[in-house]
């Protein structure tokens, strides 16, 4: 699975950007896709998750209510719209993507994967 994400820049605070993710490659076994980012000298934490088949959605406390993830299944594409941004959303945003493999004798193993990031400046 390849992930490119894109529609990161400089906005003021307040303001709102939509970032995109291509996944392309065994995307089928996607079982869940999420955006996450990291500062410098900080740990890469979770923003927003969303499961492939139910379509269910998860926050990060901080972003709750100011963000919004989505999918496109049939163009393998997924969003993410920040409103209300303020100074401290200012990050290196990445795509994730997780893939569950079944194996037989009933074993499974996770595989993830990253894009490169796109950079989110938000100017106070």
């Known amino acids: 699975v390849q992930l490119v994400e894109s529609g990161g820049g400089l906005v003021q605070a307040g303001g709102s950007l939509r970032l995109s993710c291509a996944a392309s490659?065994?995307?089928?076994?996607?079982?869940?896709m999420g955006w996450y980012r990291q500062g410098p000298g900080k740990q890469r934490e979770a923003v927003a998750t969303?499961?492939?088949?139910?379509?269910?959605?998860h926050y990060a406390d901080s972003v709750k209510g100011r963000f919004t993830i989505s999918r496109d299944n049939a163009q393998n594409m997924m969003f993410l719209q920040m409103n209300s941004l303020k100074p401290e959303d200012t990050d290196v945003y990445y795509c994730?993507?997780?893939?569950?493999?079944?194996?037989?004798?009933?074993?499974?193993?996770?595989?993830?994967?990253w894009g490169q990031g796109t950079q989110v400046t938000v100017s106070s």
């Open positions: 994730n993507a997780k893939r569950l493999i079944f194996y037989e004798g009933g074993d499974s193993k996770e595989y993830e994967y």
């Open positions: 490659g065994s995307t089928f076994t996607i079982s869940s």
């Open positions: 969303i499961t492939s088949g139910s379509g269910d959605t």
